[in-house]
Nanobody, 126 residues
Framework: QVQLVESGGGLVQAGGSLRLSCAAS????????MGWFRQAPGQERDFVTA????????TYADSVKGRFTISRDNAKNTVYLQMNSLKPEDTAVYYC???????????????????WGQGTQVTVSS
């Protein structure tokens, strides 16, 4: 099992920045990638970004390219999501997830992830 705990959410004005963290514990050696998803009220859970186990591969949703950056520190078993130039439409609960799938093409699908955190709220005011 892998346990994931997100932190760093909050309220920020449009144009501001936030950094989310996801601390992983347990059998993290089994995971091949970590991802961030978000879910706004009444909407489906959407892919934001993912990073490979060694950090040599990343992928982003078009809506966040150039504004968000995913990174990881394997020594700390932590994945980060730096969010800049935030917009009101970025408001959502952000979830960290871990997958054991070896197929990079699957990392944008929520169904590919085996473990999920509890989520952290990000609210961007206009």
């Amino acid at each position: 099992q892998v346990q994931l705990v997100e932190s760093g959410g909050g309220l920020v004005q449009a144009g501001g920045s936030l950094r989310l963290s996801c601390a992983a514990s347990g059998r993290t050696s089994r995971t091949t990638a970590m991802g961030w998803f978000r879910q706004a009220p009444g909407q489906e859970r959407d892919f934001v970004t993912a990073i490979s186990r060694w950090g040599d591969g990343t992928t982003y949703a078009d809506s966040v390219k150039g504004r968000f950056t995913i990174s990881r520190d394997n020594a700390k078993n932590t994945v980060y999501l730096q969010m800049n130039s935030l917009k009101p439409e970025d408001t959502a609960v952000y979830y960290c997830a871990a997958t054991t799938s070896p197929y990079g093409s699957s990392w944008s699908r929520a169904s590919s992830y085996d473990y999920w955190g509890q989520g952290t709220q990000v609210t961007v005011s206009s």
